[in-house]
């Protein structure tokens, strides 16, 4: 997956060049100055200030029109790690003669001192030194200067004496945390750049690999272990293949290992725009990042890549294959008043009842409005210990359904959705009614019912009326007629019926709706019935059972004689949030006051 991700980059880099790379480079916060190696004289340009704003997520730039030029030439001087610094004290951050970077403070407390300067500029005048005393470094380096030519020396030497003898800091402001760095440049911008990518390359060859112990020769040609996405040492044998003869798990040529580097470059350059979200599309040849707020673009086939930013680079964390995902979904979604909420403020209300959604991400941000109080997709994709959730109930629905939600609405596919409704989505309607906020509860179960109702059962809304339907009938038969409950649904949804009409005699001035909470946690028919008997003596003393057409004697006398195969509270939820079917005025009686 990685490599076929690697070879739709290495397409788009040759059809756009290293651009690709460095227009989504942000620079280190610090003071850049341009020095023009002019023929006659050199000239040093006034410090371009650049900062990237956390907040906005902007990069600040002092000076716009010379950003995309620094960009490029501090992307093409930066080390690999200090690990393989050229700078044999490790003051100097940079990988070639042409730039000097150093952090302020080296700068202010006299550290940086002419020697280092010097010793760091005798590097590049003899490579072969740094590299000699290992075997499988001097080959490396061999190899690369027969491929590039050695250094000049003459400019090494001139760039050297013009360092020593003028204060290249000159109106910067060292007392910031920040760096200082200086790039020589030509006149001939596009000489500069090119000047710079080989002496780039001048380093990276000899430093692309993790450790060049494990190097080997492969057909005439060098190979190694990448230094990216792979940490291979002594304290870490277990990412050993023991059972090849050679242990070490991947080797790649030089071009490879360096095309590698520059994929992981440009995932660190999206990273550091916070788009974390990778899209690889194989059809058209194309990458396409995206932030935790921005939508996906339709994709016939691909990969998806989600990564994180570590102190070594962009790591990726997360991977699928990507077979036609697309933002419309399979079919209209419809949102229906299974809870019956009145029409006055159906019509008030911000949620599309009744109209169709084809969005998926409409779909989205319904749930995370509905269910999750507009706080799931902030939690979407950051650490347990950083969610700052402080509903115990809402913040663990919130780690068990996330990667579920990652699976449809950012990898398009719906198969385990259905799997929260009962654990998941039930457990918040639970919660909200608990809290006492039965309007929360209702539009949970509204949408839950029609997400039921779009991903399986087509004929589920029309079942939850029916049951409602078949028990108005019940209640409301004569006295001397016998009837019965048809299901286990409509028994449940009555369950929940009749602890509504209870709760409401309560006389108390703070009515909570706990009570509920023992009818949802049993799964026991004798302990229902006996939660259903304690319930109703406690207000058998206001209870006018001759009251309401007989409604009240008629639900109850049914309500402890039946014997469900299964109880399921999702039903007693619909129905204890429904409006009271005991209350329900007949249609004659209506018709009298009209």
């Known amino acids: 997956m990685l490599q076929e991700a690697i070879d739709v980059f290495h397409t788009m880099l040759q059809r756009e060049g290293d651009h690709l790379i460095t227009d989504a480079y942000i620079p280190k916060d610090g003071e850049y100055r341009l020095i023009m190696m002019n023929t006659?004289?050199?000239?040093?340009?006034?410090?371009?200030?650049?900062?990237?704003?956390?907040?906005?997520?902007?990069?600040?730039?002092?000076?716009?029109?010379?950003?995309?030029?620094?960009?490029?030439?501090?992307?093409?001087?930066?080390?690999?790690?200090m690990n393989k610094s050229m700078d044999p004290k490790k003051k100097i951050h940079c990988n070639n003669y042409l730039s000097l970077a150093v952090k302020k403070e080296t700068i202010r407390s006299g550290i940086l001192t002419d020697d280092i300067i010097h010793r760091y500029?005798?590097?590049?005048?003899?490579?072969?030194?740094?590299?000699?005393?290992?075997?499988?470094?001097?080959?490396?380096?061999?190899?690369?200067e027969e491929r590039l030519g050695v250094p000049d020396i003459h400019l090494i030497d001139k760039i050297e004496q013009f360092v020593l003898s003028h204060d290249i800091w000159e109106g910067m402001d060292l007392d910031k945390k920040n760096y200082a760095k200086v790039f020589f440049i030509y006149p001939d911008e596009l000489k500069t750049k090119e000047l710079y990518a080989k002496e780039n390359e001048r380093y990276l060859f000899p430093?692309?690999?993790?450790?060049?112990?494990?190097?080997?020769?492969?057909?005439?040609?060098?190979?190694?272990?990448?230094?990216?996405?792979?940490?291979?040492?002594?304290?870490?044998?277990?990412?050993?293949?023991?059972?090849?003869?050679?242990?070490?798990?991947?080797?790649?040529?030089?071009?490879?290992?360096?095309?590698?580097?520059?994929?992981?470059?440009?995932?660190f350059g999206q990273a550091s725009q916070k788009k974390y979200h990778i899209y690889v599309d194989t059809m058209n040849q194309d990458i396409k990042a995206y932030t935790n707020r921005e939508h996906p673009q339709n994709l016939s086939s691909g990969y998806y890549l989600r990564i994180i930013m570590e102190k070594t680079g962009a790591e990726i964390c997360d991977a699928d294959v990507i077979i036609h995902y697309d933002t419309k979904l399979d079919h209209p979604f419809y949102l229906k008043n299974f809870s019956?909420?009145?029409?006055?403020?159906?019509?008030?209300?911000?949620?599309p009842y009744g109209a169709a959604v084809d969005d998926k991400w409409e779909l989205f941000s319904m749930i995370n409005s509905v269910f999750f109080d507009g706080k799931l997709l902030g939690s979407m994709f950051c650490d347990a210990s950083d969610i700052r959730i402080n509903d115990p109930y809402l913040k663990r629905a919130v780690l068990k359904c996330r990667d579920i939600f990652i699976q449809w609405f950012w990898k398009g596919e719906d198969i385990k959705i259905s799997k929260i409704m009962d654990d998941i989505f039930l457990l918040l309607i639970q919660n909200s009614i608990v809290n006492d906020n039965i309007f929360a509860a209702q539009r949970q179960i509204n949408l839950r019912w029609s997400l039921l109702e779009y991903l399986s059962d087509p004929k589920l809304g029309v079942h939850m009326g029916d049951?409602?339907?078949?028990?108005?009938?019940?209640?409301?038969?004569?006295?001397?007629?016998?009837?019965?409950?048809?299901?286990?649904?409509?028994?449940?949804?009555?369950?929940?019926?009749?602890?509504?009409?209870?709760?409401?005699?309560?006389?108390?001035?703070?009515?909570?709706?706990?009570?509920?909470?023992?009818?949802?946690?049993?799964?026991?028919?004798?302990?229902?019935?006996?939660?259903?008997?304690?319930?109703?003596?406690?207000?058998?003393?206001?209870?006018?059972?001759?009251?309401?057409?007989?409604?009240?004697?008629?639900?109850?006398?049914?309500?402890?004689?039946?014997?469900?195969?299964?109880?399921?509270?999702?039903?007693?939820?619909?129905?204890?949030?429904?409006?009271?079917?005991?209350?329900?005025?007949?249609?004659?009686?209506?018709?009298?006051?009209?």
């Open 40 to 81: 006659d004289q050199w000239e040093m340009k006034d410090p371009i200030n650049i900062t990237f704003n956390k907040k906005t997520g902007e990069v600040e730039v002092s000076d716009p029109e010379s950003y995309a030029l620094v960009q490029e030439l501090d992307y093409k001087s930066k080390l690999l790690e």
């Open 121 to 144: 500029f005798d590097v590049f005048r003899n490579p072969m030194g740094k590299y000699e005393k290992k075997s499988a470094s001097k080959a490396l380096y061999q190899v690369t």
């Open 207 to 267: 430093n692309i690999y993790n450790r060049n112990d494990f190097n080997m020769e492969r057909n005439g040609e060098i190979v190694g272990l990448p230094n990216d996405n792979i940490t291979l040492n002594d304290n870490k044998p277990y990412l050993r293949n023991k059972t090849r003869k050679n242990e070490i798990p991947h080797l790649l040529s030089q071009e490879d290992a360096l095309l590698r580097k520059k994929f992981f470059d440009y995932l």
């Open 340 to 351: 019956e909420i009145p029409e006055d403020v159906i019509k008030k209300s911000k949620l």
């Open 467 to 594: 049951i409602r339907n078949q028990l108005r009938k019940h209640i409301n038969t004569s006295g001397n007629k016998d009837w019965n409950f048809v299901n286990d649904e409509e028994y449940c949804y009555a369950v929940g019926q009749g602890v509504s009409y209870l709760l409401s005699l309560s006389k108390a001035n703070l009515k909570s709706k706990a009570c509920i909470n023992p009818f949802l946690s049993t799964k026991n028919t004798n302990v229902l019935h006996r939660h259903l008997e304690n319930l109703f003596k406690k207000y058998d003393y206001c209870i006018d059972h001759n009251a309401y057409g007989g409604r009240v004697t008629q639900l109850f006398s049914q309500l402890t004689e039946y014997k469900p195969k299964e109880i399921k509270t999702a039903f007693i939820v619909a129905g204890f949030n429904a409006p009271c079917l005991v209350y329900e005025k007949r249609k004659k009686e209506t018709k009298k006051e009209d």
